[in-house]
């Protein structure tokens, strides 16, 4: 019974880790490209208007912070069933 | 649980192949996509070829990053310190891999992204050009802020 | 460039050395990954909590302190009207910087935040590419194995503390120009209008608190995980390829391009995240 028990916590613990593994890794990809995608439309807005690039990189910076935050709950989760569990 | 060197040696070879063979696949979109663009934009202005060029070079030296990530997990598996041996370490080993693999994909496609805008912008506007790669190398950083965590979290399962 | 026939014969010379001494006389050795920095722990008698300083980080970092001063106090004493070539290039990286703070945070505003920007850059970049002067009497018996170039970014404490700087920077002069109440009322707008009442949205609240850390988290994290995993890189390589040849490449591609990248966006990020802040 008691060796069960440990087996038992041993496999939630293995399985915790290999979560937070994907967690993170498949968290990670959503923002990148979002980000990515927001830089990329801003280089082309700085390119048609190029006296307007501080407020520009301003909205995008902005956008990107919000774009980030499924990203840092992904990360959350992971510090999470690392340690926690 | 009692688990084999030989398994762990398994894990770690495959977390290691994961790690790569995933992670590249992000960035190498993003390199391909810049230069395509960075090609399209030198047909356009012939005569800006080597301020696109430059550009297209930085760029992709920042889109390279996560894949360079997913290079530093490899070869932690590979040659860094052997784990101890369990149930637990397997699986935080796997772990590893998929999450530094699959984490640099979305950042690599995004950097890469915005690098080809901004060749194409230095076609439009050659004189804006120091502007235009303080904005691209900006957003490429922001962007690929979650490889680092991807990264983060691999460093810590690689130790657990 | 051109190169003669003799240098040829040079080049080849050297790199057959480095061929032979590789084979024969390197061995293989990459426990360095693994091995945890040399840390003080008592000093005089008292123990140092946190569980001791880095040394190697702390004795780089104030090297290059020590250096970028005494460089700057030597420049600046003798200023003249025709300048020396050193005092051209100083004018230059000021008023390179003083024209970039001034265009991001408008004139007047720019040139009180010149001063750290410029010097946050220096430093790091500074920082990065002190990896890059070969250091090799560590590995002699005898000489502790701290006693070396070694980048001081690629120690968490150092970014991490750098990243608090720029945060708490950001938010006091957020603070300042703008007052409390609206800076506080900014993170949770757009308002929910019911009327003429306005109730703070909680939702959009949560998730530019969540950004604001995650914005200091990946700010510092970016330099360390960069700095970390090329000199990770580097050494790898390098033993793989028997320090032949390669090592010069990979510390001119990692340390020094890389890490003037790095140095470049840190900064410039420290300066928008203080524009994001003070501007409307």
New interface residues.
Partial sequence: MIEDAL?VK??V???A??????C?????????????????????G???E?EN??L???T???G???S??T?????VI??LM?FVI | ?QIDESVMKMATFFAAALSMGIGAI?SAY?LGYASSKACEAIARQPQESGKIIKMMLIGQAASGT?SIFSLLISFLLLFGPAPKQ???Q???I?????????????????????N???C???A??P??ET??L???L???A??????I??L???F??TI? | MHISKKQKYILAGIILVEIIIGIFFIKIDMSAIAEPPAKLKHIFGFAIPMNGINISTILNTWLIMVVLILSSWKITRHLTPVPSRLQVIAEQYVSAFDKLCE??LGSGKGRKYMPMVSTLFIFILVANSIGAIPSFWHIFSGFPSWLKFDEPTKDLNTTLGFGLLCFLVAHISGIYYKGFKKYLSEYFEPMIEIGRLRIPNLFMGM??I??????T??HSFRLFGNMLGSAIIILVISNLTKYIVMPVFLNAFFGLFIGAIQAFVFAMLAL??V??MI?E
Avoid: H, W
Wanted: proline letters at 3%.
């Fill in positions: 087996l041993e496999l613990k293995a399985a880790v290999l979560g937070a593994g994907i993170m890794g498949f968290g990670a990809i959503g923002p990148g490209i979002g980000e990515g995608f927001a830089a990329g439309k801003a280089c082309e700085v390119a048609r190029p690039a501080n520009i990189t301003r995008m910076l902005i990107q912070a919000v980030e935050s990203g840092i709950y992904s990360l992971a510090l690392l | 649980m992000g993003g996560p369990g149930l637990v397997v699986f935080a796997l772990g590893a891999g998929i999450c530094m693999g699959a984490g640099a994909v979305g950042p690599g496609i995004g950097a890469g992204f915005a080809a805008e901004a194409d912008g230095v439009r506007m004189d804006s502007t235009l303080r904005v691209m900006m957003g490429q922001v962007s690929q802020s979650t490889s965590y991807a983060v979290i691999a810590l399962l657990v | 265009e991001v998730l530019n969540v950004g604001e850390f995650g914005k988290i990946s928008v995240y524009s994001v501007n």
